[in-house]
C-alpha cells in the first residue's frame, strides 16, 4: 500500500488516480499512521508556511518510516518542505531531511511558473527509468529548490535560471513538477516509485 | 525607413518573449445546469446559448487532442450550478490528467475548497473578488496562489474618465478598459489594468482577461486589452474572448503577449483541433508541447 500523506490542503484526487491507473494501491492517510505502507507520498498544496503547519504532526511518523527506508516521494511543495527552509514562508521551519534552502523564482520570469517543461538529467536513477532528456513535465509553483548537495539533484529544468526538477538522497525523492498532471512520461514516473516500493 | 526598422525590431522582441515559454492551449467550456444536469453551451456575447454536450466528454475529447489546461465556466452561477460543478470537478478529475479550473459563482473559502478537494487544479473567481478583494488574499494564502485564477471581465470604454489608463485601439481610438460584473450585466468603473495590478499584490497566480467586446464575436482576442494586461503584471495572462482561427491565437502571443490563449467555439464546433492550432503555432516558431 502507498500512503497519500492527507495534511488537509484538498486535491488529493489527482494523485490517487495517477497511482490507481499504474497499478498502486493508495490509501488517503489523515493521521500519522503509517502501518503497512511499503511507500509514502507527500503532495503539493499550498503554501510553504501552511503546509508545514499542518504536517508538523506527522514529522516524526515520517522520520521514523525514512529511518526504516520507507520510500518518500514529495510533489511540488511536498519537495520544497524536504529542505531546511523558504523564502516564502520565512519563519516555518522545513523537515531538513535534504539540506537545502527553497527561493523565489527569478524575478525576470512570470511567476509563478505554469506550464511545461523540459528535463535535463544529471545522473540515473530508478524512479526516472524510461524518461529521456527534453522529456516535459507540467509545473506550477513560484518557488525552487537549491540542495547544498548539488549530488542530491538529480534532475533540472530551465526556468529564467536552471534548478533542481528531481532531487533524491537515499529513500528520500522529490519532483518540484506534477508527475499525476504530467500525461504518460509522469503516470511512468509513478509507475517507477510504485515498483521501487515493491521490490 | 527608421520607423519601420523599430517595427520589425519591436515584432522580433514580440517574437522572442513568445517564445521564452511554451504556448499553452486551453479550450474553454461554459457550462450551463439545467435541472441539475450539466450541458456545454457557447455564448454569443453572453447571450443566445446553443446546447452543446456532456463537459466531461468534451475533456477527454481535449485531452486527446493535446489540451494543455482546460477551463470549465459554470454560467448559470446558481446554488444549483455550484453543486453540480463540484460533481462535474470530480467527473472530470476522474477522467482525465489535463490540469483544469473551474470557476463561476464561487463566493466564499469553503465554496473554493469544495471545488479543489473535487479535484479541480485552479479555482476561478470573477464577481465575487470585485465585491469583496480580500476572498483574493484570503483564498492565496489558505490555498496557495497557484490555484487562485482571478477572471476579469473587461469592455472598451471611449468615454475616458480622470486616473484611467488609456490605449489606442486598433482604429486608432483611444479607450480605457472597464471592469464588468455577473456576466457582463453590469460596469464598475473600476480600470481593468489597475485591476489586475492589484489582484496580483492580492495573491492572485493567474489572470483571465475576457474582452465583453470579443467574446462570441469570433473577430480575434482584445489585443491591446491582452498586451495592456500581460504589461502590467507578471502573473501569467490567458488571453480570452474572440477567437475563431489559429492566427488569432498566434497572435495572442506575438501581439498580446499572453502565456496562454483560450478559446471555445471554434474547438466546440470542430473547426480545428487542439493539434492543428498548435501545428500551426510551430510553424510560426513558437514553443509548443
Redesign the interface.
Known amino acids: 500500500m502507498i500512503a497519500i500523506v492527507d495534511y488537509g490542503?484538498?486535491?488529493l484526487?489527482?494523485i490517487y488516480?495517477?497511482l490507481l491507473k499504474v497499478g498502486g494501491d493508495p490509501e488517503i492517510k489523515r493521521d500519522p499512521d503509517f502501518a503497512g505502507a511499503a511507500g509514502i507520498i507527500i503532495p503539493g498544496?499550498?503554501?510553504f508556511g501552511?503546509c508545514m503547519e499542518s504536517l508538523r504532526r506527522f514529522q516524526e511518523a515520517l522520520a521514523e518510516r525514512i529511518a526504516e527506508g520507507t520510500p518518500v516521494l514529495g510533489i511540488c511543495?511536498g519537495m520544497q518542505v524536504m529542505m531546511d527552509e523558504s523564502e516564502e514562508s520565512p519563519w516555518a521551519r522545513g523537515f531538513g531531511w535534504i539540506p537545502g534552502r527553497v527561493v523565489r523564482l527569478p524575478?525576470w520570469?512570470?511567476?509563478?511558473q505554469?506550464?511545461?517543461?523540459s528535463l535535463e538529467l544529471k545522473r540515473d536513477l530508478e524512479l526516472l527509468d524510461g524518461i529521456s532528456p527534453g522529456d516535459?513535465f507540467?509545473f506550477?509553483?513560484?518557488y525552487h529548490c537549491i540542495p547544498y548537495d548539488k549530488t542530491a539533484v538529480v534532475a533540472t529544468t530551465h526556468y529564467g535560471v536552471d534548478m533542481a526538477a528531481v532531487v533524491a538522497e537515499e529513500n528520500i525523492y522529490g519532483t518540484q513538477f506534477?508527475p499525476?498532471?504530467?500525461?504518460p512520461k509522469?503516470?511512468r514516473i509513478l509507475e517507477n516509485f510504485v515498483r521501487m516500493v515493491r521490490c | 525607413m527608421e520607423a519601420l526598422a523599430g517595427k520589425a525590431f519591436i515584432s522580433g522582441y514580440l517574437l522572442l518573449t513568445a517564445m521564452r515559454d511554451y504556448a499553452m492551449i486551453v479550450p474553454c467550456l461554459d457550462v450551463k445546469v439545467v435541472g441539475g444536469v450539466p450541458s456545454v453551451v457557447k455564448g454569443v456575447k453572453f447571450v443566445d446559448l446553443k446546447r452543446q454536450g456532456d463537459p466531461v466528454e468534451f475533456a477527454r475529447r481535449y485531452q486527446e487532442q493535446g489540451a494543455d489546461e482546460l477551463v470549465f465556466l459554470d454560467i448559470t452561477a446558481s446554488h444549483e450550478g455550484r453543486r453540480t460543478m463540484v460533481d462535474v470537478a470530480r467527473r472530470v478529475a476522474d477522467a482525465v490528467d489535463v490540469p483544469f479550473t473551474v470557476g463561476g459563482g464561487i463566493s466564499s473559502i469553503q465554496g473554493i475548497k469544495e471545488i479543489l478537494d473535487a479535484g479541480a487544479d485552479r479555482v476561478g473567481i470573477n464577481t465575487a473578488a470585485v465585491r469583496d478583494p480580500d476572498l483574493v488574499r484570503s483564498a492565496a494564502r489558505t490555498f496557495g496562489s497557484e490555484r487562485i485564477t482571478v477572471a476579469v471581465d473587461a469592455r472598451r470604454n471611449t468615454e475616458i474618465i480622470p486616473g484611467v489608463n488609456v490605449y489606442e485601439l486598433e482604429d486608432g481610438r483611444r479607450a480605457w478598459f472597464e471592469v464588468v460584473i455577473y456576466g457582463g450585466r453590469e460596469p464598475t468603473g473600476m480600470d481593468a489594468i489597475e485591476w489586475c495590478r492589484r489582484v496580483e499584490r492580492l495573491g492572485a497566480g493567474e489572470i483571465l482577461p475576457t474582452s465583453m467586446d470579443r467574446d462570441g464575436t469570433n473577430i480575434g482576442y482584445d489585443l491591446p486589452l491582452t498586451k495592456a494586461i500581460s504589461d502590467a503584471v507578471d502573473i501569467p495572462v490567458t488571453a480570452s474572448g474572440g477567437a475563431s482561427t489559429p492566427q488569432h491565437i498566434l497572435e495572442a502571443f506575438t501581439l498580446g503577449g499572453a502565456d496562454k490563449a483560450l478559446a471555445a467555439g471554434m474547438f466546440h464546433r470542430g473547426e480545428y483541433t487542439v493539434g492543428q492550432v498548435k501545428e500551426y503555432l510551430r510553424a510560426n516558431g513558437l514553443r509548443v508541447k
Do not use: C, D, Q
Open positions: 490542503m484538498g486535491n484526487f489527482s488516480n495517477a498544496v499550498g503554501s501552511r511543495i524575478e520570469v512570470t511567476v509563478p505554469m506550464g511545461w517543461n516535459m507540467y506550477v509553483h513560484s506534477h499525476e498532471k504530467s500525461g509522469g503516470l
